[in-house]
């Protein structure tokens, strides 16, 4: 297990206790190979960033995971005021479908979701030096990695209860966890398999209609019943917790899932591109389930061709991502969606893939 593997290992261990532990509980809990000296310094990096919280002295030093809570909020007052209303009862929020304008009025390289400032920050950090490289090539060097923590974190967000440890057995090792659902298991493989399409296929991928509907397949195959894997859904659907109701109509389904596709092929800014397919994929609703998966795979498309540090949605709290993703269903609001998505992206850069 390399270093960064290892990091992540406290991290994962870190984050499932109730309670704070002692340095030398949590070295118990991490097996014999890990070196006190190395993981206090861990330790004290993420006491420093805010990620973990230390209470006592000495030899009654505590360590505990930030929640969310205490976590310095990372939403500026347009995306919070957006929060507080998706949070509010569903019953005190106002009904509503399919915004057929809100695609329509997306002109690719003249509206920009990502502000300039972070698309431009992303750029800088993402970068590997190798953007003249085949596609995939960076994607290829991490590709262990990636795999991991793609499928980790995007499952995670679904409610899947694996431990990023758990998910690295399974990946690498096909070693399933005890006590845990069969559909936890199949949706993290699914993910490897939909990562690993993505990146042996980058040189030759196509953000096009047929592709999407391949993540789709890949991504939910076992997970819904077979006719509808890779196939556009011929029935209505609801979003929980959301007042959002999406299209029922399949030829009109399959119509804008082409338009998304065709407008995101003529973005030029890789990381709009990638914040756009997030986005639209997701709201469209296209399938009978699985479409914010695939929307995150779909949004690492335009990452892994230019070289780039790929989104793997580190340190997201499954509360906040569904709550930005209905105010995109409710409001149309990207804004929330936009902070987390580059609060992320940093941390996908400074933590894992250096």
Known sequence: MIAKDRKMAVISVLKK??????????????????????????????????????????????????????????????????????????????????NFNWLEQYQPNRTFYLSSDHREKMLQEGRRGIDKNPAGTYARKIYNRLLIDLSYNSSRLEGNTYSWLDTERLILEGKSAEGKLDAEKIMI???????????????????????????????????????YAGKIRDHGVRIGASTYIPLENKTELERRLKNIAEKAKQIQ???????????????????????????RLGSNIPLI??????????????????????????????????????????????????
């Open 269 to 295: 800014d890789p990381f709009e591109t990638s914040f756009f397919l997030l986005t639209h994929l997701a709201y469209l609703q296209a399938f009978i389930d699985v479409n914010k998966r695939s929307s």
């Open 17 to 98: 206790q109730a309670v704070p532990v002692t340095l030398g509980q949590l070295l118990s809990m991490l097996g014999s190979t890990f070196v006190e000296r190395t993981t206090r310094r861990w330790l004290n990096e993420m006491v420093n960033d805010g990620r973990v919280k230390k209470i006592g002295e000495k030899s009654g030093t505590r360590y505990q995971w930030a929640s969310s809570a205490t976590q310095p909020s990372f939403f500026d007052q347009r995306a919070f005021q957006s929060i507080e209303y998706v949070r509010q009862p569903i019953f005190q929020r106002t009904p509503v479908g399919y």
């Open 305 to 354: 061709q230019h070289n780039l540090v790929p989104l793997s949605f580190n340190d997201v709290e499954k509360d906040d991502y569904n709550s930005a993703m209905i105010a995109i269903y409710e409001m149309n609001d990207v804004a929330p969606l936009a902070e987390l998505y580059y609060f992320s992206y940093l941390r996908s850069y400074g933590e894992n893939y250096d």
């Open 189 to 227: 493989l699914n993910h490897k398999e939909a990562i690993r399409h993505l990146v042996e296929s980058a040189a030759k991928i196509t953000i096009d209609f047929n592709e999407i509907c391949t993540l789709h397949f890949l991504l939910a195959d076992g997970l819904v019943p077979q006719q």
